[in-house]
Each structure stands twice: as C-alpha cells, then as structure tokens.
C-alpha cells in the first residue's frame, strides 16, 4: 500500500498550526476553568503539553493568547454567516445583518465579562473584550471576500469595520447599561442596540434621542491597551 508523505516545509508549517491551536485551547480552557486570566506561562504550557519556548514562538504576550481566546468565543457570528445564504446580487450587509442577528453574541460576551473582570454595571467594558471585535473584522471580512469574490475589497473592508466597530462600541453601551450579564432583559437591549446599529449603517449617520451616557473612559477596541509581558 502506498503512502505519502509530506514535504518538510508543509510538516513544520503543520505542526507550527497544532502547537498554535492547542496553546489557544489549553488557554480557553484554563480560563473556564478558573473563570479568570489569572494563570502563568509555565501553567498555559505544561497544560498544552508545549514548551516555553514554544509559546514565546507564537505569542508575545499572555494578553495576545487571552485576545484570541475572546476572539474565538465571538466567532458564532462567523459561524452563522454559513448558515445564511449568498446572494447573487451586492447585499453583503443584507448577509452579515442577518448573520449578526441570528448569532448568540450575548452568552459569549457575558462569559468574556466573567473570565476577564467585572467591575459592576458601571465599570467599562473590557480591552481585551473590545479588542477582539477588532480581530472578528478580520476573520468577518475574509469570509465576505470568500463567498463575494467579485465585491471590491475596499469596501468590503470599509463595510465590515463600520459593523465590528461599531459591535465594539454596542458592547461598551451594553455592558454599562446591563452589567454585561445573561438575562433575558439584557438580550433585549442587545437586539435594540443591534437594530440602530444596523440602521445607522444603512442610512447614514443622524442624531438620535438621548439616551444614558455611559463613562467617558471607554476604550476603544481598536486601541487596546498594552498587554502583559510573558514574565510568568
């Protein structure tokens, strides 16, 4: 019977993606577990069954693995977008609208609240959580791309980020007014907020009726803050 083999180059690229994947997971899971960040290089690699060394290789930073942990629990809206079908016609925000509003974003985020702090209802919302809409553009905008090949990537891009920015900043207004908590009356206010959101995207931009400010020290998430170094 024969057998392949994989060149050198594609082994190594292989095994650089497993070893990536299973920090990521070894980190997911420790931050269940704990329901925290609050654990140290030397513990994130002997649960991923790597070495040190191998997790200085892919990440500069315990922040940079916890971002893509947030960012992996806020790809249901990723996911749904499968489930959505392509139009022929150039009704991309049609197809992410529709992705969004049939994606739990609510879970997620509650989880992230827990995992990463809480600092009661009016503490502002997370960086790393913020900084994770920032990469869910990314992975939003590659999908888009995939399955409207002949859209112009500008404004795929420009369209996308619109959205996932303005995601981030839902979650700041969200997680001020609710405490960022799982309850049916914050799902409500996450499907109202999701609403204007994709108004204002289709229609432009109007002042709308005052509402609650929330605190002026709110990050933006695409200006995280500095991450921890990997001294642990």
């Not at 994947?21 to 140290?40: C, G, N, S």
């Not at 609710?178 to 109007?206: E, I, K």
């Amino acid at each position: 019977m024969l057998t392949t083999t994989l060149p050198v180059e594609d082994r190594r690229k292989a095994l650089k993606s497993r070893h990536r994947q299973e920090i990521v997971a070894a980190a997911a899971a420790l931050m269940d577990e704990r329901q925290t960040t609050d654990f140290t290089v030397d513990e994130l690699a002997q649960r991923a069954d790597v070495s040190r060394r191998t997790v200085f290789n892919h990440f500069g930073s315990i922040n940079d693995i916890v971002s893509e942990v947030c960012s992996d629990v806020l790809s249901s809206a990723v996911a749904s977008l499968t489930a959505v079908p392509a139009s022929d016609g150039p009704a991309v925000l049609d197809e992410i609208a529709e992705a969004f509003r049939n994606a739990d974003l609510v879970g997620p985020m509650a989880y992230l609240n827990r995992v990463l702090g809480d600092g009661g209802p009016a503490a502002t919302a997370h960086p790393m959580a913020l900084r994770a809409f920032t990469e869910l553009s990314e992975r939003l905008s590659s999908v888009m791309l995939s399955r409207h090949p002949e859209a112009d990537k500008l404004s795929v891009h420009l369209l996308v980020g619109a959205l996932t920015s303005g995601l981030g900043v839902l979650y700041h207004h969200w997680h001020c007014a609710t405490g960022a908590v799982d309850t049916p009356q914050s799902r409500r206010s996450w499907a109202r907020m999701l609403d204007q959101l994709l108004d204002t995207v289709r229609t432009g931009h109007a002042a709308g009726p005052a509402g609650q400010a929330c605190p002026s020290s709110a990050v933006s998430p695409n200006h995280p803050s500095k991450g921890q170094t990997l001294n642990g």
